[in-house]
């Protein structure tokens, strides 16, 4: 069961509510615009620290509104790339021009809708996108274990939390996330106490008898 209720708008609200570099105290909230450059840059992470190839498969879960799939189908058309939210509020306001798959991946039913969607019989890597500190330690095992079912290898991408130096609001390095606050110095200062939060050191630790890479600061562990 995911901490927060990611059906409603509030919740996406707390998601996106990051300042705006260009007026002083004001906030961007949904913005295309803004954080569309952000997913071009974090697609180019992923394709030269994960070494994806082209003719590769990949399901990005946790997409939201689809805008890294949209930059791999820009970017690197050659790379199949399917985008899995199962956000109501997402399904109902998105504004992008690829599918956004409603499956949760919990049988080979839902398993074979996806590899439909693909065009390939195999895949190559699961992505989450901050997903891990939407639950608890309990469902990230058992959804890491499903994983490991059918998924030839998987990244988990994941915001760190206040402890950690992390580059997130105004920075290229990694997306704004959950209303996270940084300081001049990089360092979070405030983050939403609903959430999973952890060090790297905690997430190495939940995930050290899996074969699964990290991703932080768009630093692969």
């Excluded at 992923?46 to 879960?61: E, M, T």
């Amino acid at each position: 069961m995911p901490l927060l209720d990611w059906n409603l708008k509030s919740t996406w609200d707390l998601l996106y509510n990051v300042p705006d570099p260009n007026k002083s105290k004001a906030r961007l909230g949904y913005d295309k615009a803004y954080f569309k450059p952000l997913a071009t840059g974090q697609v180019k992470t992923y394709v030269d620290l994960l070494k994806i190839k082209d003719g590769q498969s990949i399901v990005i879960l946790g997409g939201a509104y689809g805008w890294t799939v949209e930059a791999f189908n820009e970017d690197y058309p050659n790379i199949k790339v399917v985008n899995i939210d199962n956000s109501t509020h997402i399904h109902s306001t998105k504004e992008v021009t690829t599918t956004i798959l409603n499956e949760d991946m919990d049988s080979a039913g839902s398993i074979d809708i996806v590899k439909a969607e693909l065009g390939k019989s195999t895949i190559d890597w699961v992505i989450t996108e901050d997903v891990l500190p939407c639950m608890s330690d309990a469902d990230i095992i058992t959804l890491l274990n499903r994983l490991d079912t059918f998924a030839l290898n998987v990244c988990h991408k994941i915001t760190a939390r206040a402890s950690d130096p992390i580059h997130v609001a105004l920075s290229d390095d990694d997306y704004p996330a959950y209303g996270i606050e940084v300081s001049a110095g990089g360092f979070a200062t405030s983050h939403d106490a609903g959430l999973n939060w952890k060090t790297l050191p905690e997430w190495v630790q939940l995930l050290n008898s899996f074969n699964h890479k990290i991703l932080i600061k768009n630093r692969l562990r």
